[in-house]
């Protein structure tokens, strides 16, 4: 780690990851390849997760890795399916080696679904992907990480979970269940160097978002709520992963960064 110091406090520390080996769920999407890209650049071996109907998108982004000279592997999961998840960290150990940071970006959105009216089955698959996956994928890399007393994730979580939208509520809730996660194992992680953290994305340009984005109609509105007057890059919520997972974030733990322009905060006067 490269540090300067002052007055006896630590001053900036290094982005660089140093070969450090991650884990990124959702890979194949816009804020996974993303961040799993970026972390590459960064000096990052990675492993690389999503569904099967991904998997060549994935490779897409495995070749973009090694051509940076890192290594990257591959394997398809259901993060929703604990022996999926298992079996991905038992293969990730054996390729890669242990992991050190873990990103679950790995995510479902349906609009517009109203509580009152939502089908059990959309229920239990929004909760089982974008709250229990994260968990369960934690579970299978924590052990590792406390035995090493070194080791972070990030959790993608949306600024859905603090505001209130008409149709959103089944997403929101398991959003803001995924920040009370977080927060909740950076806790039970007390007295180990382990870091847990979450990001809240607002509107970012992905194909998950391409509706709304790409619709002028409706992409005027939402701009006119964001007080940064335009839509999110996935590299702009890669770029705070990549805060996130690096030793100048080594004091945050437990915490939910947003990072949505300003949407929530609200439209200035």
Known sequence: MSTCTHNE??????????S???LVTGAAGGIGSAVAALL???????ALTDIASSASALEEVAVRIRALG???FVQVADVARKADVDALV??????LGVVDVL?????IHRYPTRLIEVAESDWNRMLAINLTGPLFVSQAVLPDMVTRNTGCIVNIASDSAFDVI???GPYGISKIGLVRLSAYLAKELAGTAVRVNSIAPGWVKTGMSKAFWSDPSIASEAIAGIPARRFAEPVDIANAVLFMVSDGASYVNGHCLVVDGGRIAGNPA
């Open 70 to 72: 890192r290594r990257s």
């Open 103 to 107: 990103v679950n970006v790995a995510g």
């Open 40 to 46: 590459a650049e960064h000096g990052a071996d990675v």
């Open 20 to 22: 450090r080996v991650a």
């Open 90 to 95: 038992a293969a990730t150990k054996a390729g």
């Open 166 to 168: 008409a149709g959103e």
């Open 9 to 18: 406090h630590p001053c900036l520390a290094s982005l660089s990851l140093n």
